[in-house]
């Protein structure tokens, strides 16, 4: 069944559903359950330009009604002022901005140029200062499952599992996180991939919670990257969210220093991945693995570890390079 078929079949209200199965709802991807679902998006946009690329990406996707955007991993200024920006170009300041916790990250900031003249004091919508606490009450507030879309090192996600365990029973985890048998750049041999082993204990306690668990590892999100008439198409589009991104990526590319890079093609997007598996999983091969995160930031398969839904494969990446194109073009 395709996505918008999925889109059209009508399904009981989860205030229907017994208790005992919220955590079962919160597993079922949104197109199943026939309306959007709520989203928190966990990230540390303004590091590699492809959470920027995310974050316009769930904005446009009508499976999910985003509710929350976190910075994660340190820099929480900055991050948020990131999202902020983004969010009112898009006219969406009807979600949230969290300001994550702790001072990891360094002081590398890729895309400050870009939001040189932006005050956070500006944002017309709600800015949490405890971003942590916010995915908290976020997730309890809801009358229907949350789906965490982290795309990030997990800090922020550990700590409010740490300080109210009951958000596993409310949400599914959907990330951006590992290398299973594949590593970066289609390697055959895995690798310890960043998420993962920027803070490899915040990972194990977010991957071990007993929420519904899935992930794009370097596997699949290491792949996608846009190039020719793909990429021609978001680098000429005229719509302001659109540009507000290659602007982001022009200035990323120039900090990188290599300015060119942004006229020709993507870098490799791989947090766009994990939101396409908070609505959708046709697109990719997924398997029921047994995975442990070990202390040096590997993601092992191993019959003792949780047991999650990996995409290991793509059964076509040519259609979701498509998709993603008409996603942050605005369908243009």
Same mark, same amino acid.
């Not at 300041?93 to 990250?105: F, M, N, P, Q, W």
């Not at 978001?234 to 900090?255: E, H, I």
């Given at each position: 069944?395709?996505?918008?078929? &999925?889109?059209?079949?009508?399904?009981? /209200?989860?205030?229907?559903?017994? #208790?005992?199965?919220?955590?079962?709802?919160?597993?079922?991807?949104?197109?199943?359950? *026939? =309306?959007?679902?709520?989203?928190?998006?966990?990230?540390?946009?303004?590091?590699?330009?492809?959470?920027? $690329?995310?974050?316009?990406?769930?904005?446009?996707?009508? !499976?999910?009604?985003?509710?929350?955007?976190?910075?994660? %991993?340190? +820099?929480?200024?900055?991050?948020? =002022?990131?999202?902020?920006?983004?969010?009112?170009?898009?006219?969406?300041?009807?979600?949230?901005?969290?300001?994550?916790?702790?001072? !990891? *990250?360094?002081?590398? !900031?890729?895309?400050?140029? &870009?939001?040189?003249?932006?005050?956070?004091?500006?944002? /017309?919508?709600?800015?949490?200062?405890?971003?942590?606490?916010?995915?908290?009450?976020?997730?309890?507030?809801?009358?229907?499952?949350?789906?965490?879309?982290?795309?990030?090192?997990?800090?922020?996600?550990?700590?409010?599992?740490?300080?109210?365990?009951?958000?596993?029973? =409310?949400?599914?985890?959907?990330?951006?996180?590992?290398?299973?048998?594949?590593? %970066?750049?289609?390697?055959?041999? /895995?690798?310890?991939? &960043?998420?993962?082993?920027?803070?490899?204990?915040? #990972?194990?306690? #977010?991957?071990?919670?007993? &929420?519904?668990?899935?992930?794009?590892?370097?596997?699949?999100?290491?792949?996608?990257?846009?190039?020719?008439?793909?990429?021609?198409?978001?680098?000429?589009? +005229?719509? /302001?969210?659109?540009?507000?991104?290659?602007?982001?990526? =022009?200035?990323? #590319?120039?900090?990188?220093?290599?300015?060119?890079?942004?006229?020709?093609?993507?870098?490799?997007?791989?947090?766009?991945?994990?939101?396409?598996?908070?609505? @959708?999983?046709?697109?990719?091969?997924?398997?029921?693995?047994?995975?442990?995160?070990?202390?040096?930031?590997?993601?092992? !398969?191993?019959?003792?570890?949780?047991?999650?839904?990996? @995409?290991? @494969? $793509?059964?076509?990446?040519?259609?979701?390079?498509?998709?993603?194109?008409?996603?942050?073009?605005?369908?243009?």
């Amino acid at each position: 069944m395709n996505a918008l078929a &999925w889109l059209r079949t009508a399904c009981l /209200p989860l205030a229907a559903l017994p #208790c005992t199965l919220f955590a079962a709802a919160a597993a079922a991807p949104a197109v199943e359950r *026939g =309306r959007p679902t709520p989203a928190i998006l966990d990230t540390d946009i303004g590091d590699d330009i492809d959470d920027t $690329w995310a974050l316009v990406m769930a904005l446009r996707s009508p !499976e999910l009604d985003m509710k929350l955007v976190v910075g994660d %991993y340190g +820099k929480p200024e900055y991050r948020a =002022r990131i999202i902020a920006k983004l969010l009112e170009t898009a006219g969406r300041t009807d979600v949230g901005v969290g300001l994550g916790s702790g001072t !990891e *990250g360094g002081p590398n !900031e890729r895309q400050s140029a &870009w939001i040189a003249d932006y005050d956070l004091g500006r944002y /017309p919508g709600k800015v949490h200062r405890d971003g942590v606490q916010a995915i908290i009450d976020t997730i309890l507030a809801s009358p229907e499952p949350v789906t965490l879309i982290c795309i990030g090192p997990l800090p922020n996600v550990a700590e409010a599992l740490r300080r109210e365990p009951r958000i596993a029973t =409310r949400a599914r985890f959907v990330g951006m996180h590992g290398s299973v048998r594949l590593g %970066y750049g289609g390697a055959t041999t /895995p690798a310890a991939e &960043w998420n993962v082993r920027a803070n490899p204990a915040a #990972c194990r306690a #977010c991957l071990t919670a007993p &929420w519904d668990v899935t992930i794009t590892p370097l596997d699949t999100c290491g792949l996608v990257r846009l190039a020719g008439a793909q990429y021609a198409a978001v680098r000429d589009c +005229k719509d /302001p969210l659109a540009q507000a991104l290659v602007a982001n990526y =022009r200035v990323w #590319c120039q900090a990188n220093g290599h300015p060119g890079e942004a006229d020709s093609a993507s870098s490799i997007l791989f947090d766009t991945a994990a939101v396409y598996l908070a609505f @959708a999983q046709d697109l990719c091969t997924m398997e029921p693995l047994h995975v442990r995160v070990d202390d040096d930031g590997f993601t092992r !398969e191993d019959p003792q570890g949780k047991a999650m839904n990996v @995409a290991t @494969a $793509w059964r076509d990446l040519g259609a979701f390079e498509d998709l993603l194109v008409r996603r942050v073009t605005g369908g243009r």
